[in-house]
Structures are given as structure tokens and as C-alpha cells.
């Protein structure tokens, strides 16, 4: 008895020994491990991140005439300058009428209004794309088939034969089995007639199954690297051949997409412009009389006359303004129809020398614009949409004829909080975290209360973290609790994984 538990308290301190070292070990490992960490003010924002609604449009007033020269006028005198004060009737200036083609003009226009079309087009086909996830990641899944590949001939316990079999059960071949009298070596040797092979059989006195594995791609599934979804799989049978495949995503990612629709609006507000140009040449061609002098239409003062000798014809060649009110017409989606108000101050910003201004929103349509309007937002392209007039001030340095951005947050959409990339979160049992750096310098779980996803990426955050913490990529290392922090200034593209 004594000898039993003398026994046993060994065993006991053999394995308190052993689990000490265990423990000891993986300490030690886990001390030398570090997640590198970034300022949350590298990897976010608390500005406001919802959709933006932008348009654009050329500046205007109620009663004004802007005259655009076409590039083969062949202007003969110019009788007013800058500050003078005309009738409606006046001749402002004189041109020669035969280097006017109104015919040529409006083929002009079609044309241009065709193109329009067509940019507006792809620029609505890339507003309803998908963009496709940044990284995506592959997992190859490999899969076991158990089967007979051969069945063993014994004649007194020694072998004498086997049969071989593929992974489908089809014969594959016949090996004979003796030994060499002088070596007393195993000698296999193929077996092709049936005759050989049916003597084999009958000499045998027991067989046996020898079992095979044969190992095959069962699967290729393809993961989104930022929010661990499944963005397609490829099953195969054990041939090879495709069971089902849903297809990877190909094509634009976030930045790229977003790059594209840019270009695709920048497109289709040059072209506008273009057409309101090219709409204005002709009204100063039908505007001029068979002698060639083109007069005022509205009675007021010229705010601009360009030189004679030295003429841009992409501005107009001369403006005359019956009032100081200026003001932009824009478009609004129906979705934010409700949240728009006269009063409401939108942001302007000239193409021709970058200068802003804040805008005042004097009226809005109640009925749809005709052919979508110079509009477009991150969510919401199907919408109607609603012209709206907003003025502002005249001495802000942007000029009638002017190309301008209008840029609105809708009243309701300012929602305050951080927006921080959607890889960084996770969620357990206690709802959604983040990894953050503690006062210590060690990696803890923190969890937060999380909204609404902008973009497609970004994650709002109400509460839970500060613009001054600092978070890891919660995977690999960046996900164990109690490790040490490095401090870098981004993560890297793969989330700062080493």
C-alpha cells in the first residue's frame, strides 16, 4: 500500500512539474510576443461621414444676358465697356454675320447632347455597381476518400499476390509476390494474363484488404480580408471536375470605384457645360441682326465685356445684369426632399479660381427635374430629383457664367461620432470590440457601441474608444489580451500582421 501511494505522489509531482513548465512556456511565448498598434486619428475620423450630395451648375441671375462668341466669330467693334448702363435694343457689338453658321450650331449641340447621354450613362451604371471587397484571401479545403486499393492473395500466411484498384474500384493491375531462393528477397513482378491470375487466385488461402487514402481539392473559398465574409467557393468532385461554383468578385474595389465615378462625373459636368455653351453661342447668333450687330435683351449694366483683339471663348464675351441677386440652380434626391429648406445654406465652390461661398437656398422645385438633374450621392442614384435656386453674394469673386460645385449636408444627417474601418471590429459574446493599447502598454479587449456603415467600409462608433486611443488589427497577434503594444504610426495593408 505504501508503495501504491508513493507511487501516486511521484505521478502528482511529475505532472505539477510538467504543467508548471507548460505554463511557463507559454507565458514566456507570450511575453515575446507584440501587437503593433496606431493612433485611432491615423485610422479614423469624428467628422461627419454620411452621403454626400453634390451637383453643380453655372452662376446666373433672374434678368441678365451672357454672350458667348463662337472661336470663328469675327468680331468687327465693340460699343460698351465694363460698368456701362444699356437698353434693351442697344447694340453691344457687331460682328461679321457671315462667319456665323446657326445650321452648323445646333448639329453642334445634338452631337454634344448625344454624348451627354451616353456619359450619363455610365456614370448611372458605375453609381449601381458593387464594388469588389480590397483583399480578398484563398482557402484551398483538401478532403479524404477512403478505398480498397488492393486486395492481398496469402497462400499459408505468405503473401503471393495483389490485386490494385483506383479510387473508383476499377482494376488497375495484378503484382505476382515470391522470393528470391538465394537472397530471400520479396520480388513483385506484374501479372498481365488471365490465366496467371486466376492460378494465383486458386493457389491463395485467405485475402485481404489493404485500404488507400487518396487526398483531392474539395474546395476553393475566397474570403473578403476586411470582414471575413464569403465571397465565393469553387467545389470540385474527387475528379476534379466543378460541382458548384459561385465566382470571386472581379472588378472595382471602394477606391477604385470611387475613383471611376469621379472621372465619370467630372465627364458629364464638362459636357453639360459644353452644351450650355454651346446653347448660348446660339442664342447670340439668333440674337444677331442681318447687319451683324448683336444688341441687349434685357435693360441693365455690363458687369463684363472681354477685349476685341484678345478673347477667351470658353467665357462669355459680354454679361449685362439687371439685378445684384446671383444665384446657382442645383438638384436635390427625393430621399432628402424633406430635409432641405429654404434658408438652408449650401456650399459653392468656382471652377475658374477655386473661390467658395455659402449659398442660401431660395426656392425648391415641387415637381421631378426632366432627365435626373446634375445630381448624384453615395446611396441613393434611382431617386427623382428636385431643382433648387440658392443665392449669394455677388461680391464673393465668382461671376456670372461661372462653373461651380454645390456640395449640401441635409438638416438630420451631421451624426456625431467615430468612423473607423469595419476590419477593426469584432464581436463575441459581449457584443462588438475593438483591441486597444491600455494605460500599461498591454493589448485589451474594449468593447463598443457601434451604428450605422457608411460607404461600405466604414463603421461608426458612438461609444467606447477615443480619438486618442490607439487600436491593433484584432487577428493574429492584435487579438490576444495582455500582450505588449509597439506604437506605428498605420498599420500596413494586411492590418499590421507580421
Not at 491463395?204 to 465565393?232: C, H, I, M, P, Q
Not at 441687349?296 to 470658353?314: E, R
Amino acid at each position: 500500500m505504501k508503495k501504491i501511494i508513493k507511487v501516486v505522489l511521484i505521478l502528482v509531482v511529475l505532472a505539477a512539474v510538467v504543467t508548471g513548465g507548460l505554463y511557463l512556456g507559454y507565458t514566456y511565448k507570450q511575453g515575446k510576443k507584440i501587437a503593433k498598434v496606431a493612433p485611432l486619428s491615423n485610422l479614423g475620423t469624428d467628422e461627419y461621414w454620411g452621403d454626400s450630395i453634390e451637383s453643380f451648375g453655372q452662376v446666373t441671375a433672374d434678368k441678365s444676358q451672357m454672350g458667348y462668341l463662337p472661336s470663328k466669330s469675327e468680331v468687327l467693334s465693340v460699343n460698351v465697356k465694363e460698368g456701362d448702363h444699356v437698353e434693351e435694343g442697344d447694340v453691344i457689338l457687331t460682328v461679321k454675320k457671315d462667319s456665323q453658321d446657326i445650321n452648323n450650331k445646333k448639329l453642334q449641340i445634338s452631337k454634344a447632347m448625344h454624348t451627354l447621354s451616353v456619359e450619363q450613362l455610365k456614370l448611372n451604371r458605375l453609381m449601381k455597381t458593387e464594388p469588389v471587397p480590397t483583399y480578398i484571401y484563398q482557402q484551398d479545403v483538401y478532403a479524404d476518400y477512403h478505398y480498397v486499393e488492393a486486395v492481398e492473395y496469402y497462400d499459408s500466411s505468405v503473401l503471393i499476390g495483389e490485386e490494385l484498384f483506383d479510387y473508383h474500384g476499377n482494376t488497375v493491375g495484378f503484382t505476382g509476390v515470391d522470393t528470391d531462393d538465394t537472397t530471400g528477397e520479396t520480388i513483385k513482378y506484374p501479372v498481365e494474363s488471365e490465366s496467371a491470375i486466376q492460378a494465383i487466385k486458386n493457389r491463395a488461402t485467405e485475402k485481404k484488404d489493404r485500404n488507400g487514402v487518396y487526398s483531392y481539392l474539395r474546395s476553393n473559398t475566397y474570403f473578403d480580408y476586411e470582414t471575413g465574409k464569403v465571397v465565393g467557393e469553387t467545389s470540385y468532385s474527387i475528379d476534379g471536375d466543378v460541382i458548384d461554383e459561385k465566382k470571386k468578385p472581379e472588378g472595382m474595389n471602394a477606391q477604385e470605384l470611387n475613383e471611376a465615378i469621379l472621372d465619370a462625373q467630372d465627364s458629364v459636368k464638362k459636357q453639360d457645360l459644353e452644351i450650355r455653351k454651346l446653347q448660348y453661342e446660339l442664342e447670340t447668333m439668333e440674337n444677331t441682326t442681318d447687319t451683324g450687330d448683336v444688341v441687349a435683351k434685357v435693360s441693365g449694366t455690363v458687369s463684363k465685356v472681354q477685349d476685341l483683339n484678345n478673347y477667351n471663348t470658353t467665357q462669355p464675351f459680354f454679361i449685362v445684369t439687371a439685378t445684384d441677386e446671383y444665384y446657382i440652380s442645383g438638384s436635390i434626391g427625393e430621399f432628402y426632399l424633406d430635409q432641405l429648406h429654404i434658408g438652408d445654406i449650401v456650399s459653392i465652390s468656382c471652377w475658374d479660381n477655386g473661390v467658395t461661398a455659402d449659398g442660401k437656398v431660395t426656392s425648391i422645385s415641387d415637381t421631378p427635374v426632366k432627365d435626373g438633374g446634375n445630381f448624384w450621392t453615395s446611396g441613393n442614384s434611382n431617386s427623382s430629383n428636385y431643382e433648387f435656386k440658392a443665392s449669394f453674394d455677388k461680391n464673393s469673386g465668382i461671376d456670372i457664367g461661372s462653373a461651380v460645385d454645390i456640395s449640401i449636408t441635409p438638416s438630420g444627417q451631421e451624426e456625431k461620432g467615430i468612423y473607423i474601418p469595419a476590419y477593426l471590429i469584432r464581436k463575441d459574446a459581449g457584443g462588438s470590440y475593438v483591441m486597444r493599447m491600455n494605460d500599461s502598454n498591454k493589448l485589451e479587449k474594449a468593447y463598443i457601441k457601434v451604428g450605422k456603415t457608411v460607404w461600405g467600409s466604414q463603421t461608426q462608433v458612438k461609444s467606447g474608444i477615443t480619438m486618442d486611443d490607439y487600436l491593433a488589427f484584432p487577428y493574429g497577434d492584435g487579438a490576444i489580451e495582455g500582450i505588449k503594444c509597439e506604437q506605428v504610426e498605420y498599420l500596413d495593408e494586411y492590418g499590421g500582421l507580421g
